[in-house]
């Protein structure tokens, strides 16, 4: 199956039904990849990218009490979300900080990240080089990497087939949204060759049926 590639700024409608879809189950697994794959890390700043309405940088922050997050997101509008969910929790409001601000122009509150993580962003660029840039120059040396996404499946019919197995009691806007971002992801072999072509010596693997993980340190 072709790419088929959705807009980078989500529209009104489809941005109010992600902040307000129950993602929880996926963002909790992107959590427990990135403690499996860093047993190690324990504190340090880290860099969500496209951090969205913000739930994995509040669970990072509260999963490592030691480590200060920021959420970088070109939309203020899905930012206003963030920072409603950290005003829900007022513990966390010292190590947590949300920065509006696309990448790969976007100027950050530090020059330097020990992990940069990122959930469901790459499906919704239109290239990726600029990213994986982004990522050397962000990071420092040995920095953790750790990103997930969807991967594309192989045909059409077996997008749908994931539709109706993930979401098939879900409103038909919300099926209409997931296809359209199984059809935008890119295959794990695409990431692979990017990431050769960016000199960036990170793994890929699929880690279910519908997503993928991109993870490993930056050259010390
Ligand atoms: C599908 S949402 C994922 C949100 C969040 N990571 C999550 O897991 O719920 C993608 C987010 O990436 C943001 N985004 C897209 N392109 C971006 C870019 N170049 N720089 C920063 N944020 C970007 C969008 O505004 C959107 O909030």
Same mark, same amino acid.
């Given at each position: 199956?072709?790419?088929?590639?959705?807009?980078?700024?989500?529209? *009104?409608?489809?941005?109010?039904?992600?902040?307000? &879809?129950?993602?929880?189950?996926?963002?909790?697994?992107?959590?427990?990849?990135?403690?499996?794959?860093?047993?190690?890390?324990?504190?340090?700043?880290?860099?969500?990218?496209?951090?969205?309405?913000?739930?994995?940088?509040?669970?990072?922050?509260?999963?490592?009490?030691? =480590?200060?997050?920021?959420?970088? *997101?070109?939309?203020?509008?899905?930012?206003?979300?963030?920072?409603?969910?950290?005003?829900?929790?007022?513990?966390?409001?010292?190590?947590?900080?949300?920065?509006?601000?696309?990448?790969?122009?976007?100027?950050?509150?530090?020059?330097?990240?020990?992990?940069?993580?990122?959930?469901?962003?790459?499906?919704?660029?239109?290239?990726?080089?600029?990213?994986?840039?982004?990522?050397?120059?962000?990071?420092?040396?040995?920095?953790?990497?750790?990103?997930?996404?969807?991967?594309?499946?192989?045909?059409?019919?077996? &997008?749908?087939?994931?539709?109706?197995?993930?979401?098939?009691?879900?409103?038909?806007?919300?099926?209409?949204?997931?296809?359209?971002?199984?059809?935008?992801?890119?295959?794990?072999?695409?990431?692979?060759?990017?990431?050769?072509? =960016?000199?960036?010596?990170?793994?890929?693997?699929?880690?279910?049926?519908?997503?993928?993980?991109?993870?490993?340190?930056?050259?010390?």
């Amino acid at each position: 199956m072709q790419r088929i590639f959705e807009s980078e700024r989500m529209a *009104d409608e489809e941005r109010a039904r992600y902040a307000q &879809a129950d993602f929880f189950d996926s963002n909790r697994r992107f959590l427990a990849h990135f403690q499996e794959k860093f047993p190690d890390f324990c504190r340090g700043l880290v860099l969500d990218v496209g951090c969205g309405p913000g739930d994995v940088p509040l669970r990072f922050a509260r999963r490592y009490a030691e =480590a200060t997050v920021h959420g970088l *997101d070109s939309s203020a509008a899905m930012l206003r979300y963030a920072q409603n969910a950290l005003a829900r929790a007022p513990d966390l409001r010292s190590r947590v900080r949300f920065v509006q601000g696309r990448l790969p122009e976007a100027v950050l509150p530090r020059r330097s990240y020990d992990a940069i993580i990122s959930n469901s962003l790459l499906h919704r660029l239109p290239e990726t080089a600029s990213l994986w840039q982004a990522l050397s120059e962000l990071g420092r040396p040995g920095a953790c990497v750790c990103m997930m996404d969807l991967h594309r499946p192989g045909s059409e019919a077996q &997008a749908r087939e994931l539709v109706e197995r993930h979401a098939g009691d879900k409103p038909e806007p919300v099926k209409r949204d997931f296809l359209q971002s199984l059809r935008a992801a890119f295959k794990v072999e695409e990431i692979r060759q990017q990431l050769t072509e =960016a000199k960036l010596l990170l793994s890929v693997e699929t880690c279910d049926d519908h997503h993928l993980l991109i993870w490993g340190a930056l050259p010390a």
